[in-house]
């Protein structure tokens, strides 16, 4: 079983290419924010870290973090946002860590494939076998995220100022896939890569 890391800059069109892949390919395909998701919620190993953190005042009528909430305490305070992400970040990897053991024991899956925003800032190079880049031009992804999400220019400006650059991107990823074109191309990119 290949282990496999995709990530890239908002907009770029990760999940167009983790969908593709999870439809073609004998692939087990995981999205880091949804784990964490996951591990945020009651009985799971973050829930009672975060609550205790940022007070019960985060939690919806059912007793599950508000997503709103939180966001609003831990981005008012570089301190809060860092100390959930201590929490957070280790539990996920802990998480891929154990699961990729696992996986490689039942011999189920050809490919094993993380998406993470934070793959390179949280060295997952180190636990996996390789990290693929999706990139697209700058102006491509501005469209896709006015379009498809509504985003103003000053919320597309902080993201993308907050985020790595190319070049970071590829000195860590043995591959880049452009999604600046058609699904066709960037398809046929994966397919190169895959076989």
């Not at 709103?68 to 802990?94: Q, S, T, W, Y």
């Not at 597309?156 to 990823?173: E, F, R, V």
């Amino acid at each position: 079983m290949k282990t496999i890391g995709i990530t890239g800059g908002v907009g770029s069109g990760k999940s167009a290419v983790l969908e593709y892949i999870a439809e073609k390919y004998n692939a087990l395909v995981i999205y880091a924010d949804k784990l964490a998701y996951e591990l945020e919620s009651p009985g799971h190993i973050c829930y009672d870290r975060i609550v205790e953190l940022l007070g019960r005042d985060i939690l919806d009528s059912d007793g599950f973090i508000n997503k709103k909430a939180m966001a609003e305490k831990i981005f008012a305070d570089n301190d809060l946002l860092r100390e959930v992400n201590d929490i957070v970040h280790p539990a996920v990897k802990d998480y891929i860590t154990d699961r990729i053991r696992r996986e490689l024991e039942y011999d189920e899956y050809d490919y094993f494939v993380l998406e993470a925003a934070l793959l390179i800032e949280e060295k997952y190079y180190e636990i996996l076998d390789e990290l693929w880049y999706v990139r697209a031009d700058e102006a491509v992804r501005r469209q896709r995220l006015r379009s498809s999400r509504g985003y103003s220019d000053e919320k597309i400006d902080s993201i993308m100022d907050s985020q790595l650059d190319d070049q970071t991107y590829m000195k860590y990823c043995k591959y880049v896939i452009d999604n600046s074109g058609n699904l066709t191309d960037t398809y046929a990119q994966v397919d190169a890569l895959m076989d």
